[in-house]
C-alpha cells in the first residue's frame, strides 16, 4: 500500500479515524525509521490517540498530543510542538483530525506547509453505520463542510463501516455499495477497507485492498 509522507485522518464524529490512524502508523513504522502521529483533535480530547500510548511507544511511534488527553479537563489546545511536526522531513506524520468541520478547523494552521510540500494524503474515514452518515449523499456532505473548514481536499476515502466487536464479514460486505456510491459522488478512489484482524481470513477475495484493525482498547 503506497503512501505519502504526510497522511491526514478525517471523518464524522465517531467515524473510527482515530483507530485507524493509530493502526495506520504502526503499519508504517515496518517500512519507516521515524513515525510521528499528532493528535488535533480539539473537539472531544478525552480519548483520543493517547489511550494507545504504551502500544505507540513500544513501537517507537512518537506521539504528540494534548497534555489533557485522557483527562476531564476539557481545554480545546494543542501543544507547541504539534505546530512543528511537518517540519522534519526525514519523519512520516500522520495527523488526527478532529470530527467534523469544527474539528477540521485546527488543520487552518498547517494548510500552507502541506500545500507547498505536496506530498501529502487526505482520507475521509466513512462509516454507514454511525448515526449520522447512514448512506453515501450524507457522508458526501460532511465530506464537503470538512473540507471548506480545513481548506484542504481530501484524495481517497477509507470504508470504515462497522459495529465495534458486534461487526461480521456481512456487516462489511453490506458497506461495499454506499462506499461504492460515495466514491462516485466525490470522484475519489477507495484506499482501503478496515476490517478486524479477527475477520480478515474470513474474506476470499470479496473485498480489495483489506486493511486490517485491532479494535480500540477504550471505546467512546
Known amino acids: 500500500m503506497n503512501n505519502k509522507r504526510v497522511t491526514l485522518f478525517a471523518g464524522h464524529y465517531g467515524s473510527g479515524k482515530t483507530n485507524i490512524a493509530v493502526n495506520y502508523a504502526l503499519h ?12 488535533l483533535d480539539i473537539v472531544n480530547p478525552y480519548f483520543r490517540t493517547a489511550d494507545s500510548i504504551d502500544e505507540l511507544t513500544k513501537a517507537g511511534i512518537k506521539l504528540i498530543s494534548s497534555e489533557f488527553a485522557n483527562s476531564n479537563v476539557d481545554l ?48 475521509f474515514v466513512f462509516n454507514m453505520y454511525r448515526p449520522l452518515t447512514p448512506d453515501a449523499m450524507s457522508a458526501f456532505e460532511v465530506m464537503k463542510e470538512i473540507e471548506l473548514a480545513g481548506k484542504i481536499k481530501f484524495t481517497a476515502i477509507v470504508n470504515n463501516s462497522n459495529l465495534g466487536v458486534l461487526t461480521t464479514k456481512e456487516d462489511v460486505i453490506a458497506s461495499q455499495e454506499s462506499a461504492n456510491e460515495l466514491s462516485r459522488l466525490s470522484g475519489l478512489p477507495i484506499k482501503m477497507t478496515t476490517v478486524s484482524e479477527s475477520l480478515v481470513n474470513s474474506f476470499n477475495g470479496e473485498i480489495d485492498n483489506i486493511f486490517p484493525l485491532k479494535l480500540q482498547k477504550k471505546i467512546v
Open 28 to 39: 508504517l513504522k515496518e517500512k519507516y525509521e521515524k513515525v510521528v502521529i499528532t493528535d
Open 76 to 123: 480545546p489546545a494543542l501543544p507547541q510542538e504539534a505546530y512543528t511536526v511537518l517540519d522534519d522531513k526525514s519523519a512520516v506524520a500522520i495527523l488526527d483530525i478532529g470530527g467534523d468541520d469544527r474539528g477540521a478547523y485546527a488543520l487552518g494552521r498547517y494548510e500552507t506547509a502541506i500545500r507547498e510540500e505536496n506530498d501529502y494524503e487526505m482520507l
